[in-house]
């Protein structure tokens, strides 16, 4: 896998500094527009997502898009690859 498909919503697609984080997840999102602008969402559930995100949970709370990808079988995947290269657990979220 390349970093195009690992680490796609990273700057300059390089991973991240994984010391912080505490574990990495898989949640479903959706895309709006509102005001002419695209925003996403995440929380959704397999069945009502467009797309999957993997996460990395941070330490002090809250969450950081690693990598966008458009079906749950690839981000199960791609969710593995990241939590081996990064010696941190996978939760699925959806």
Known sequence: MDNDTLFNCCTHYAAPDWSQFDWLEIGGCVSF??????????????SEAEFFTVY?????????????IPTLDLADAVGEHLATLSGLPLHHCC
């Open 33 to 46: 527009e509102e005001d002419g602008e695209t925003f996403t969402e995440g929380g959704f559930m397999a």
């Open 56 to 68: 990395g949970h941070l330490r002090e709370g809250g969450c950081e898009a690693i990598t966008d």
